[in-house]
């Protein structure tokens, strides 16, 4: 049980290790997308809480602001892991 364990963990790490640039493209990509278009992601997620949740969304005045913040800090993010290829630089 031991051995199988320490593989699983070595493979975890593999695949941690790797993705690390595909993980920071998505990032980038979602990141540009709460940064150009918030009221857009805004209205999917009221409908998806209306439809899914049977719950209503609103969103206030600065809500999209604060998508617009979330999407700065995901952009630098992922620009970070697709650069670097990971949360330390080599």
């Known amino acids: 049980m031991g051995e199988r364990l320490r593989e699983l963990v070595t493979d975890t790490q593999t695949v941690v290790t790797a993705g690390a640039r595909p993980l920071g493209a998505v990032l980038l990509c979602a990141g540009i997308a709460h940064v150009l278009m918030p009221r857009v992601l805004l209205a999917v997620a009221a409908t998806g809480y209306a439809r899914v949740l049977g719950v ?13 913040a979330v999407g700065i800090g995901m952009v630098l993010l992922g620009g970070h892991l697709v650069y670097h290829g990971g949360l330390r630089p080599t």
């Open 56 to 68: 209503d969304f609103e969103s206030g005045a600065t809500t999209p602001r604060r998508v617009r």
